[in-house]
């Protein structure tokens, strides 16, 4: 087990070095420069020269790289002059709302797409496979900034069952862990809670959506491939109960796969979601990037950037530790 973690924590850190190196490539590559765009177009070459050197922009692209990765792992994730403010608190500002909507999101995905293959693949229904099949088709299929636009037109503007895009709703009285409904329920608040959740409801739901489509068809697919196998026909004939092989020996042999994607889904929400947040006004960091795009805001984008490469990281490391834990196959190779 040693082993195992040694070399995922290394290929963590490998990763991280890449990721960054081609963030901080990348950006310096693009045919704008950050002194021109704070100085303003009519600053003199003198003035673009102390702005150079205050944004270390003067120094060697080496330099430059070590200074980027020591200062973003020490905390110094540089100064947003469009915000005027540093982009560190600037992140952790937005950061909590893009967390509660991903995690809002995936538990809805995960949850849902688990437990209708499940009882769809047990129970043999052809019709329910096909409506579980049509559902992935949509999921996968349909884009969630346009689920969005339907959700607002349904469920806000003709039924007036849930909040329009007026963002996360009022702020609980004492923020502790910045998630809205958490901190409500802390409060003991538990009418605030339920505003709380009406409000992440339809950004949720429609983020979910492609989430839940994918898992659907990959858990199907894993399921089927595990129902023909040669131990289950063993099963079978020794007169094992259908409901104990289907759910102590295909489930778990089918259920790892799932684990893998769910990782690399929930780090992707928790990326952000740029396009839904911007639907629903709501101020995660999604918005925050978009508008530093807009504004060339040149340490806001290179801090999410090396920030959506660690959460991948940390995310999927963790995936791996788990998956280790649940296979021991995984261990010994």
Do not use: C
């Amino acid at each position: 087990m040693g082993r195992f973690l040694a070399e995922r924590l290394w290929s963590a850190v490998l990763t991280v070095l890449g990721a960054s190196i081609i963030a901080f490539v990348v950006l310096r590559a693009l045919p704008t420069d950050p002194a021109r765009l704070i100085a303003g177009p009519f600053a003199s070459e003198d003035v673009l020269a102390q702005v150079r050197a205050q944004m270390g922009l003067d120094k060697p692209l080496v330099t430059q790289y070590l200074d980027y990765i020591v200062n973003f792992f020490t905390g110094d994730w540089g100064f947003s002059y469009a915000a005027g403010k540093d982009v560190l608190p600037l992140v952790a500002e937005r950061l909590p709302a893009s967390g509660e909507l991903a995690l809002f999101a995936f538990t809805i995905a995960f949850s849902l797409a688990v437990l209708l293959t499940v009882l769809v693949s047990y129970s043999g229904s052809r019709v329910l496979d096909g409506l579980l099949r049509a559902a992935s088709f949509v999921g996968v299929g349909v884009p969630p900034f346009w689920i969005s636009l339907l959700f607002l037109m349904l469920f806000f503007e003709t039924l007036g069952w849930f909040p329009g895009p007026v963002g996360r709703g009022p702020a609980p009285p004492h923020v502790i862990t910045g998630f809205y409904t958490f901190d409500y329920l802390l409060a003991g608040d538990i009418r605030g809670a339920l505003t709380a959740l009406r409000h992440l409801a339809l950004p949720g739901f429609a983020l979910s959506l492609a989430s839940f489509g994918y898992l659907i068809r990959l858990l199907r697919a894993n399921l089927l491939d595990v129902v023909h196998e040669p131990f289950i026909t063993v099963l079978h004939s020794k007169g094992v109960p259908a409901f104990s092989a289907h759910f102590r020996h295909i489930l778990p042999n089918a259920f790892l796969p799932t684990i893998t994607a769910g990782g690399l889904i929930l780090a992707q929400l928790l990326g952000g979601s740029v396009l839904v947040e911007q639907i629903f006004t709501w101020p995660g960091i999604g918005t925050l990037v978009i508008d530093g795009i807009t504004r060339q805001d040149y340490a806001v984008v290179q801090a999410f950037i090396l920030l959506s490469a660690v959460i991948y990281i940390v995310v999927n490391f963790a995936v791996d530790l788990l998956y280790g834990w649940i296979d021991p196959r995984v261990r010994r190779s």
